[in-house]
Protein backbone atom coordinates (compact mmCIF):
# COMPACT_ATOMS: atom_id res chain seq x y z
CA UNK A 1 0.00 0.00 0.00
CA UNK A 2 1.06 3.48 -0.54
CA UNK A 3 2.90 5.01 2.11
CA UNK A 4 3.44 9.01 2.75
CA UNK A 5 6.40 9.95 5.23
CA UNK A 6 6.58 12.89 7.31
CA UNK A 7 8.95 13.89 10.06
CA UNK A 8 7.19 13.37 13.50
CA UNK A 9 8.46 17.52 14.71
CA UNK A 10 9.76 20.45 13.21
CA UNK A 11 10.73 23.65 15.14
CA UNK A 12 10.58 26.61 14.25
CA UNK A 13 11.23 30.47 16.54
CA UNK A 14 8.51 33.24 15.59
CA UNK A 15 8.65 34.90 12.17
CA UNK A 16 10.89 32.57 10.67
CA UNK A 17 9.86 29.72 8.16
CA UNK A 18 8.58 26.51 8.77
CA UNK A 19 8.62 23.64 6.01
CA UNK A 20 6.91 20.26 6.55
CA UNK A 21 7.94 17.94 4.14
CA UNK A 22 5.56 14.70 3.20
CA UNK A 23 7.55 11.96 0.98
CA UNK A 24 5.97 9.05 -0.99
CA UNK A 25 7.36 7.55 -4.14
CA UNK A 26 6.26 8.93 -7.33
CA UNK A 27 4.18 11.52 -5.37
CA UNK A 28 4.87 13.87 -8.16
CA UNK A 29 2.13 12.20 -10.18
CA UNK A 30 -0.37 12.58 -7.35
CA UNK A 31 -2.28 15.50 -6.25
CA UNK A 32 -1.32 16.43 -2.38
CA UNK A 33 -3.60 18.13 0.42
CA UNK A 34 -2.77 18.96 3.95
CA UNK A 35 -4.48 19.47 6.61
CA UNK A 36 -3.90 21.68 9.77
CA UNK A 37 -5.22 20.32 13.41
CA UNK A 38 -4.94 21.84 16.37
CA UNK A 39 -5.15 19.65 20.09
CA UNK A 40 -8.69 18.87 20.68
CA UNK A 41 -10.16 20.18 17.25
CA UNK A 42 -11.28 18.77 13.97
CA UNK A 43 -8.65 19.24 10.97
CA UNK A 44 -8.72 22.18 9.00
CA UNK A 45 -7.63 21.92 5.32
CA UNK A 46 -5.19 24.48 4.31
CA UNK A 47 -3.44 23.59 1.27
CA UNK A 48 -4.79 21.68 -1.22
CA UNK A 49 -3.99 20.92 -5.35
CA UNK A 50 -0.94 20.62 -4.16
CA UNK A 51 -0.37 24.43 -3.78
CA UNK A 52 -4.29 26.06 -3.62
CA UNK A 53 -5.37 27.97 -0.54
CA UNK A 54 -9.24 27.63 0.84
CA UNK A 55 -10.74 30.79 1.08
CA UNK A 56 -9.88 32.38 5.06
CA UNK A 57 -6.28 30.26 4.97
CA UNK A 58 -3.17 33.23 5.36
CA UNK A 59 -0.93 33.53 2.43
CA UNK A 60 1.73 32.53 4.77
CA UNK A 61 0.85 29.06 3.82
CA UNK A 62 1.93 27.79 0.73
CA UNK A 63 2.66 24.44 -1.21
CA UNK A 64 4.88 22.53 -3.33
CA UNK A 65 6.35 19.32 -5.02
CA UNK A 66 9.69 18.64 -6.09
CA UNK A 67 10.96 15.28 -7.00
CA UNK A 68 9.63 12.41 -4.50
CA UNK A 69 8.71 15.57 -1.76
CA UNK A 70 5.95 17.65 -1.45
CA UNK A 71 6.54 20.59 1.19
CA UNK A 72 4.20 22.59 3.28
CA UNK A 73 5.70 26.02 3.85
CA UNK A 74 4.17 28.78 6.62
CA UNK A 75 6.05 32.10 6.18
CA UNK A 76 6.38 34.47 9.17
CA UNK A 77 5.09 31.73 11.74
CA UNK A 78 3.31 32.86 14.50
CA UNK A 79 2.45 31.05 17.81
CA UNK A 80 -0.90 30.24 16.71
CA UNK A 81 0.38 27.92 14.12
CA UNK A 82 1.64 25.46 16.51
CA UNK A 83 -0.33 22.96 15.54
CA UNK A 84 0.13 19.19 13.64
CA UNK A 85 0.09 19.03 10.01
CA UNK A 86 -0.91 16.15 7.71
CA UNK A 87 -0.71 14.96 4.03
CA UNK A 88 -2.81 13.77 2.21
CA UNK A 89 -3.46 12.03 -1.16
CA UNK A 90 -5.81 9.58 -2.79
CA UNK A 91 -3.71 6.65 -4.55
CA UNK A 92 -5.48 5.20 -7.26
CA UNK A 93 -3.89 1.94 -7.74
CA UNK A 94 -6.12 0.84 -4.33
CA UNK A 95 -8.65 3.36 -4.54
CA UNK A 96 -7.45 4.17 -1.31
CA UNK A 97 -6.78 7.20 0.74
CA UNK A 98 -4.08 7.89 2.42
CA UNK A 99 -2.66 10.11 5.09
CA UNK A 100 1.18 11.23 6.28
CA UNK A 101 2.20 10.29 9.76
CA UNK A 102 1.70 13.95 10.42
CA UNK A 103 4.62 16.35 11.70
CA UNK A 104 4.06 18.63 15.14
CA UNK A 105 4.92 21.97 14.41
CA UNK A 106 6.38 23.61 17.84
CA UNK A 107 7.06 27.19 17.43
CA UNK A 108 9.60 28.35 20.18
CA UNK B 1 -22.42 27.62 6.21
CA UNK B 2 -21.54 23.72 6.23
CA UNK B 3 -22.08 21.62 9.02
CA UNK B 4 -21.13 18.32 10.35
CA UNK B 5 -22.44 16.76 12.84
CA UNK B 6 -21.35 13.33 14.14
CA UNK B 7 -23.03 11.15 17.19
CA UNK B 8 -23.83 7.45 18.16
CA UNK B 9 -20.01 7.01 19.86
CA UNK B 10 -19.85 5.47 23.00
CA UNK B 11 -18.35 2.99 25.26
CA UNK B 12 -18.49 -1.09 23.57
CA UNK B 13 -17.19 -4.35 24.72
CA UNK B 14 -15.36 -6.23 21.96
CA UNK B 15 -17.12 -8.00 19.36
CA UNK B 16 -19.54 -5.68 19.77
CA UNK B 17 -21.60 -3.55 17.78
CA UNK B 18 -22.18 0.22 17.08
CA UNK B 19 -23.70 3.00 14.09
CA UNK B 20 -22.41 6.37 14.18
CA UNK B 21 -24.43 8.85 12.13
CA UNK B 22 -23.49 12.20 10.47
CA UNK B 23 -25.89 14.52 9.69
CA UNK B 24 -24.69 17.66 6.75
CA UNK B 25 -27.02 20.94 6.63
CA UNK B 26 -25.35 23.86 4.55
CA UNK B 27 -24.68 22.06 0.89
CA UNK B 28 -26.30 19.78 -1.20
CA UNK B 29 -25.94 16.52 -0.05
CA UNK B 30 -25.90 14.17 -2.21
CA UNK B 31 -23.49 16.30 -5.16
CA UNK B 32 -20.68 15.29 -2.86
CA UNK B 33 -18.94 12.04 -1.84
CA UNK B 34 -18.92 11.42 1.83
CA UNK B 35 -15.92 9.88 4.15
CA UNK B 36 -14.84 8.67 7.84
CA UNK B 37 -11.41 9.66 8.94
CA UNK B 38 -10.24 8.13 12.57
CA UNK B 39 -8.12 8.85 15.07
CA UNK B 40 -6.50 6.98 17.69
CA UNK B 41 -5.35 8.57 21.27
CA UNK B 42 -2.40 10.46 20.58
CA UNK B 43 -2.35 8.87 17.06
CA UNK B 44 -2.61 10.12 13.63
CA UNK B 45 -5.07 10.79 11.05
CA UNK B 46 -6.10 7.22 9.49
CA UNK B 47 -8.93 6.89 6.15
CA UNK B 48 -11.66 4.39 6.91
CA UNK B 49 -14.23 4.61 4.47
CA UNK B 50 -15.79 6.69 1.86
CA UNK B 51 -19.24 6.41 0.20
CA UNK B 52 -20.27 8.37 -3.80
CA UNK B 53 -22.66 10.95 -3.74
CA UNK B 54 -25.23 8.34 -4.59
CA UNK B 55 -24.25 5.52 -2.43
CA UNK B 56 -24.04 3.19 -4.93
CA UNK B 57 -20.08 3.12 -4.54
CA UNK B 58 -18.19 2.05 -1.54
CA UNK B 59 -14.42 1.93 -0.42
CA UNK B 60 -12.72 0.98 2.63
CA UNK B 61 -9.69 0.75 3.98
CA UNK B 62 -7.67 -2.90 4.77
CA UNK B 63 -7.56 -2.81 8.67
CA UNK B 64 -11.72 -2.08 8.26
CA UNK B 65 -13.04 -3.96 5.69
CA UNK B 66 -15.78 -6.86 6.17
CA UNK B 67 -16.78 -5.43 9.49
CA UNK B 68 -17.71 -1.58 8.72
CA UNK B 69 -20.00 -0.71 5.97
CA UNK B 70 -20.48 3.17 4.89
CA UNK B 71 -24.05 4.45 4.03
CA UNK B 72 -25.85 7.33 3.24
CA UNK B 73 -29.44 8.43 3.15
CA UNK B 74 -29.91 11.34 0.82
CA UNK B 75 -33.32 11.81 1.45
CA UNK B 76 -32.42 12.63 5.26
CA UNK B 77 -28.76 14.26 4.46
CA UNK B 78 -27.00 11.17 6.55
CA UNK B 79 -23.71 9.36 6.64
CA UNK B 80 -24.00 6.29 8.52
CA UNK B 81 -21.19 3.98 9.85
CA UNK B 82 -21.94 0.98 11.21
CA UNK B 83 -19.35 -1.00 12.80
CA UNK B 84 -19.12 -4.61 13.80
CA UNK B 85 -17.00 -6.96 15.54
CA UNK B 86 -15.43 -4.15 17.02
CA UNK B 87 -11.64 -4.65 18.41
CA UNK B 88 -9.93 -2.65 21.18
CA UNK B 89 -7.92 -1.06 18.24
CA UNK B 90 -10.79 0.47 16.89
CA UNK B 91 -10.81 2.72 19.84
CA UNK B 92 -10.61 6.19 18.52
CA UNK B 93 -12.42 9.83 17.76
CA UNK B 94 -14.45 9.08 13.96
CA UNK B 95 -14.43 12.13 11.80
CA UNK B 96 -17.16 12.47 8.96
CA UNK B 97 -16.07 14.97 5.63
CA UNK B 98 -16.92 15.69 2.98
CA UNK B 99 -15.20 15.75 -0.66
CA UNK B 100 -15.71 16.45 -4.43
CA UNK B 101 -17.05 14.03 -6.66
CA UNK B 102 -13.49 13.88 -7.70
CA UNK B 103 -11.33 11.01 -6.06
CA UNK B 104 -8.56 13.32 -5.83
CA UNK B 105 -10.39 16.12 -4.14
CA UNK B 106 -9.51 17.15 -0.93
CA UNK B 107 -11.89 17.03 2.52
CA UNK B 108 -12.88 20.29 2.34
CA UNK B 109 -15.21 20.23 5.62
CA UNK B 110 -15.09 17.97 9.00
CA UNK B 111 -17.55 17.29 11.73
CA UNK B 112 -15.95 17.42 15.41
CA UNK B 113 -16.18 14.35 15.71
CA UNK B 114 -17.35 11.11 18.00
CA UNK B 115 -15.14 9.28 20.64
CA UNK B 116 -15.59 5.24 19.92
CA UNK B 117 -14.19 3.52 23.18
CA UNK B 118 -13.99 -0.48 22.67
CA UNK B 119 -13.20 -1.90 25.81
CA UNK B 120 -14.15 -4.48 28.47
Known amino acids: SYVLTQPPSVSVAPGQTARNTCGGN??????VHWYQQKPGQAPVLVVY???DRPSGIPERFSGSKSGNTATLTISRVEAGDEADYYC???????????FGGGTKLTVL | EVQLLESGGGLVQPGGSLRLSCAAS????????MSWVRQAPGRGLEWVAT????????YYADSVKGRITISRDNSKNTLYLQMNSLRAEDTAVYFC?????????????WGQGTLVTVSS
Open chain 1, 88 to 98: QVWDSSSDHWV
Open chain 2, 26 to 33: GFTFNSYA
Open chain 1, 49 to 51: DDS
Open chain 2, 97 to 109: AKRDLLSSSPLDS
Open chain 1, 26 to 31: NIGSKT
Open chain 2, 51 to 58: VSGTGSST
